[in-house]
């Protein structure tokens, strides 16, 4: 698996107009990033059997002997059903201790004792992958209600270019991450973005009940992931970008978890 933190986001550039790239390991981001423990496998279901589909390189899973096509027969002795209970297994696991592996390589099973790695995640994918791992829907409509710039020298259309990049980032880490569990899905954007305009929303502050209400009738959403970005500029060629995004349940109007990434 890789680092959540790395998928999204990232340093926001001014070259006229402003454009959104990746975060490079050495750039590594702060924020309130929760540490949690990981093999760097990552598994796809054929016949109801876990095959792993990909490995990190240089992470405990590839450094013990883990390969391509394995099955993952058991976990400390657990029956992996879902990608999401091995991923809880793993959520639960301390700095410094083990998962002991068992995988079928061509009929004959092999047995890894496995020290993890710890990694940093992002508050909201802890939670989701909870309401997962709990057989929960979770369908989620991803809104970036705030874009906002200290600088007096801000082209046009920066608010616009921002806001596209960053939805269009976080549905994809969402896809990525968990798209492969039939009980999670994203909000078409198309669809979305037509219940915004009808209620006129200017991307100006956090969601309000009324819309929350109508965008879970209207779609189907379970949850709101809901996105403010925020530039500060200092001396020349100095700024701080602050993102928060936060897991709203729709039903309630309760914040579930909420991310906080800061890059200078």
Same mark, same amino acid.
């Given at each position: 698996?890789?680092?959540?933190?790395?998928?999204?986001?990232?340093?926001?550039?001014?070259?006229?107009?402003?454009?959104?790239?990746?975060?490079?390991?050495?750039?590594?981001?702060?924020?309130?990033?929760?540490?949690?423990?990981?093999?760097?496998?990552?598994?796809?279901?054929?016949?109801?059997?876990?095959?792993?589909?990909?490995?990190?390189?240089?992470?405990?899973?590839?450094?013990?002997?883990? &390969?391509?096509?394995?099955?993952?027969?058991?976990?400390?002795?657990?029956?992996?059903?879902? *990608?999401?209970?091995?991923?809880?297994?793993?959520? *639960?696991?301390?700095?410094?201790?083990?998962?002991?592996?068992?995988?079928?390589?061509?009929?004959?099973?092999?047995?890894?004792?496995?020290?993890?790695?710890?990694?940093?995640?992002?508050?909201?994918?802890?939670?989701?992958n909870k309401l997962l791992d709990e057989n &929960? &829907?979770?369908?989620?409509?991803?809104?970036?209600?705030?874009?906002?710039?200290?600088?007096?020298?801000?082209?046009?259309?920066?608010?616009?270019?921002?806001?596209?990049?960053?939805?269009?980032?976080?549905?994809?880490?969402?896809?990525?991450?968990?798209?492969?569990?039939? &009980?999670?899905?994203?909000?078409?954007?198309?669809?979305?973005?037509?219940?915004?305009?009808?209620?006129?929303?200017?991307?100006?502050?956090?969601?309000?009940?009324?819309?929350?209400?109508?965008?879970?009738?209207?779609?189907?959403?379970?949850?709101?992931?809901?996105?403010?970005?925020?530039?500060?500029?200092?001396?020349?060629?100095?700024?701080?970008?602050?993102?928060?995004?936060?897991?709203?349940?729709?039903?309630?109007?309760?914040?579930?978890?909420?991310?906080?990434?800061?890059?200078?």
């Amino acid at each position: 698996m890789r680092r959540i933190f790395i998928i999204i986001l990232g340093i926001i550039l001014f070259s006229g107009c402003a454009g959104l790239r990746t975060l490079r390991e050495s750039e590594e981001p702060e924020g309130n990033f929760v540490e949690v423990a990981r093999l760097g496998v990552n598994t796809v279901y054929i016949n109801n059997e876990p095959v792993v589909k990909a490995l990190r390189k240089d992470f405990p899973a590839e450094l013990a002997g883990v &390969k391509l096509g394995d099955i993952i027969v058991s976990a400390d002795g657990k029956i992996i059903k879902t *990608n999401m209970a091995f991923r809880s297994l793993m959520d *639960n696991k301390q700095r410094g201790e083990h998962v002991v592996l068992v995988i079928n390589r061509k009929g004959q099973q092999i047995k890894f004792d496995i020290e993890t790695r710890m990694i940093k995640v992002r508050p909201t994918e802890i939670k989701i992958n909870k309401l997962l791992d709990e057989n &929960k &829907k979770v369908t989620i409509a991803v809104v970036v209600s705030e874009v906002k710039n200290s600088s007096q020298n801000v082209p046009k259309d920066w608010a616009d270019s921002i806001r596209n990049n960053l939805q269009s980032d976080h549905e994809s880490f969402l896809l990525s991450d968990f798209g492969e569990d039939e &009980k999670f899905s994203v909000v078409d954007r198309s669809r979305l973005k037509q219940i915004l305009e009808e209620f006129q929303f200017n991307q100006l502050g956090f969601v309000s009940d009324k819309l929350r209400a109508k965008i879970g009738e209207m779609t189907g959403a379970t949850h709101i992931l809901d996105i403010s970005f925020s530039r500060f500029r200092g001396r020349i060629n100095d700024q701080d970008d602050i993102l928060n995004a936060r897991l709203v349940e729709i039903e309630s109007g309760k914040v579930l978890a909420v991310d906080q990434i800061i890059t200078h």
